[in-house]
């Protein structure tokens, strides 16, 4: 009968070079590591715009990307991108444009919740109408809960302050918390259906006082004007310059 050629049986656990067992693994985990790294500083580095429909979000976003305004129309679509913001130096920031509609509001909270600062921006020529939906929103963001409980920066553009009879920040903001007043006692309450307590904190919190984001300690608030078209954007450029 012909010979069967003997196999050579597997080399034992032993035979393997422990160094070279540590270098693949190392060569393997280190890109994941970087990727990880990388993910969580553009994650550091966002910026959601948000805010009325017309106020304005996406002329400031289209100026801050391309340094120019381009016309734009009511979306229905968040827009985002990395990039260095016009008239800034340094690093990309990430920069997301949520349309103002009430049927994005999901959205604009998944944005909002792991983002490093915030930017609301309104109408300054339409402040009685654009004051009672910022309010509503504003609402919304601020008691979110991974908004609540970080210390996010937070600036409420008053747009189009080029434009004649455009309400000044003061006059936005006393606009704006009065309005929170009246969304907070509309929407808040200290039960459930179920009857029990409800802890509430940040802008819902209702401690008998009228409402002032003076009394936010959660937020820093801060109202300034602003203007796409001129532009005039020196306030933008300050928040973002917080990012680092």
Request: contains cysteine; hydrophobic residues 40%.
């Given at each position: 009968?012909?010979?069967?050629?003997?196999?050579?049986?597997?080399?034992?656990?032993?035979a393997?070079?422990?160094?070279?067992?540590?270098?693949?693994?190392?060569?393997?985990?280190?890109?994941?590591?970087y990727?990880?790294?990388s993910?969580?500083k553009s994650?550091?580095?966002?910026?959601?715009?948000?805010?009325?429909?017309?106020?304005?979000?996406?002329?400031?976003?289209?100026?801050?990307?391309?340094?120019?305004?381009?016309?734009?129309?009511?979306?229905?679509?968040?827009?985002?991108?990395?990039f260095?913001?016009?008239?800034?130096?340094?690093?990309?920031?990430?920069?997301?444009?949520?349309?103002?509609?009430?049927?994005?509001?999901?959205?604009?909270?998944?944005?909002v919740?792991?983002?490093?600062?915030?930017?609301?921006?309104?109408?300054?020529?339409?402040?009685?109408?654009?004051?009672?939906?910022?309010?509503?929103?504003?609402f919304?963001?601020?008691?979110?809960?991974?908004?609540?409980?970080?210390?996010?920066?937070?600036?409420?553009?008053?747009?189009?302050v080029?434009?004649?009879?455009?309400?000044?920040?003061?006059?936005?903001?006393?606009?704006?918390?009065?309005e929170?007043?009246?969304?907070?006692l509309?929407?808040?309450?200290?039960?459930?259906?179920?009857?029990?307590?409800?802890?509430l904190?940040?802008?819902?919190?209702?401690?008998?006082?009228?409402?002032?984001?003076?009394?936010?300690?959660?937020?820093?608030?801060?109202?300034?004007?602003?203007?796409?078209?001129?532009?005039?954007?020196?306030?933008?450029?300050?928040?973002?310059?917080?990012?680092?």
């Amino acid at each position: 009968m012909p010979t069967v050629p003997s196999i050579p049986a597997p080399p034992s656990s032993a035979a393997y070079d422990p160094t070279l067992l540590l270098t693949v693994i190392l060569s393997l985990l280190i890109p994941v590591l970087y990727l990880f790294r990388s993910s969580k500083k553009s994650s550091s580095r966002k910026l959601v715009i948000f805010g009325p429909v017309g106020g304005g979000k996406s002329a400031i976003y289209h100026r801050l990307r391309f340094g120019r305004v381009v016309p734009t129309v009511s979306s229905m679509t968040v827009t985002s991108a990395t990039f260095v913001p016009n008239g800034l130096e340094g690093k990309p920031m990430h920069i997301v444009d949520v349309p103002g509609s009430g049927r994005l509001r999901a959205q604009l909270l998944e944005q909002v919740s792991d983002a490093s600062a915030l930017l609301c921006v309104l109408d300054g020529t339409q402040l009685s109408a654009q004051a009672r939906e910022a309010a509503g929103i504003l609402f919304e963001v601020l008691s979110h809960e991974p908004v609540a409980r970080r210390k996010l920066p937070l600036l409420v553009a008053v747009n189009k302050v080029d434009s004649p009879g455009a309400a000044t920040p003061t006059a936005a903001r006393k606009a704006i918390e009065q309005e929170v007043q009246r969304v907070r006692l509309a929407r808040t309450t200290l039960s459930d259906t179920s009857g029990r307590d409800k802890k509430l904190s940040g802008i819902a919190e209702d401690d008998g006082r009228p409402f002032s984001f003076d009394h936010l300690e959660t937020n820093t608030v801060v109202f300034a004007a602003i203007s796409a078209t001129k532009p005039e954007l020196s306030a933008v450029h300050s928040l973002l310059k917080r990012l680092g």
